[in-house]
């Protein structure tokens, strides 16, 4: 008994863990991206070879492990994987660069921790979500996700007074001021560009990476329904975005010494992020968003800056201030809300699922009122069978005994 109760305990952890892993790979994802940018890599080619290494590590995996539970191929899903593909992998990431160099990167982060809010009403509008503000669940998922983004908001324009707590004397990306161009272009283009009409398209660009991004997590929740084999629904996405980026990259850059890797921090990097930021990452959020819906995987997005923040700090010599543990406090607080409201929600469906119970049961239950939720008739049985002893109307009755 014990051991069943921890067995369910666990299960019920598990897309909390799922979504603590792919928050764990973003903190390495965004590391990586500064580090091979220092060294003079180009974000477009960074995640061409991103989405490039990632089928190739995927498809194996898929192969291997769903032959035989993997459904029929169709044309409706491979349009859904190409349009996985372009809103959650080359289009959204793409758009999101773009934004940098017209915005900047703390303007254009800020923007992308919009993404539960928009998740929330996508989800809501595709009847994924439920949205019962006279219930305390429903009451606590806009709660808990407005809290969130005000944390990320928070965390992103204010900063306060440092908080020294620590000092590893650790920096991954000492010296590195000469070799950054693509900074230092960056920032030269957002000082020159910083007329209203370069930051209102910068806005524009970062709200519609966000919105191909929640897009996805409605797409991937729809395909799970009919193609549920994770493992190649993450590989199929990987080689539609793969076949996007690429075309795109090679449009903007056709100089293949800038392509070239090495065995340097570019070949770390593009691994990396194929094989864990990809690869792993993708999977996980697929099974996630099968178990809890979209907007479950989304209200953990924030949490990326509690927890690059924290990296920062350890390995590259960042100080933390009062505006980012103030963000963090409202970040937490927020995404416990939304699991309180998503358990109340799931615990609230297994009450209303129909159940069968037999009048013998009902004579071991001696002094207690059973609700009887009763299944309708079934036609085409006969009603003489020993175990058709639930009531058959379409109502509740109310037995004390």
Known sequence: MGGGSCFNALHGLKPLMLM??????????????????????????????????????????????????????????????????????????????ASLSLTSPTFASAITQLIPAITFVLAVS???????????????????TSMGIG???????????????WTTHVDLVHGSDQQQPHLEAAAAAAAS???FAHRVLGCLLALASSFGWALW????????EKYPSYYSSAALLSFMAAIQSLGFA????????HWKLGWNIRLLTVLYLGIVGTGVSVTCTTLCISMRGPLYASV???????????????????????????????????????????????KKMNQSVPTTTSFEDQESTAGSVVEIVSLPP????????MNESTVTNSQHDRIET
């Open 151 to 165: 944390g990320a908001m928070l965390m992103t324009f204010y900063r306060g007074v440092a908080i020294d707590l």
């Open 300 to 346: 953990f997005g924030p949490l990326v800056l509690v927890l690059v923040a924290l990296v920062g700090s350890l390995v590259l010599e960042e100080k933390l201030h009062l505006g980012s543990v103030l963000g963090a406090v409202l970040i937490i607080g927020g995404l416990y809300a939304v699991l309180w409201g998503k358990s109340k929600d799931i």
């Open 378 to 385: 079934d036609n085409n049985k006969g009603n003489n069978n």
């Open 20 to 97: 603590l892993v792919v928050q764990f790979t973003s903190v390495g994802v965004n590391l990586f991206y500064k580090l091979a940018v220092n060294g003079g890599m180009d974000l477009r080619l960074i995640i061409a070879y991103r989405f490039t290494f990632a089928p190739v590590f995927l498809a194996p995996i898929a192969f291997f492990v769903e032959r035989k539970s993997r459904p029929k191929l169709t044309r409706a899903i491979l349009l859904q994987s190409f349009f996985s593909g372009l809103f959650g992998g080359a289009l959204s990431q793409n758009l999101y660069i």
């Open 217 to 224: 997590l409605i797409i991937q929740a729809k395909m799970g």
């Open 126 to 144: 595709f009847g994924l979500e439920r949205l019962n503000l006279r219930s305390v669940g429903g009451k606590a998922k806009v709660l808990g």
């Open 193 to 195: 560009h910083d007329e």
């Open 250 to 257: 090679l449009c903007v850059d056709r100089d293949w010494n």
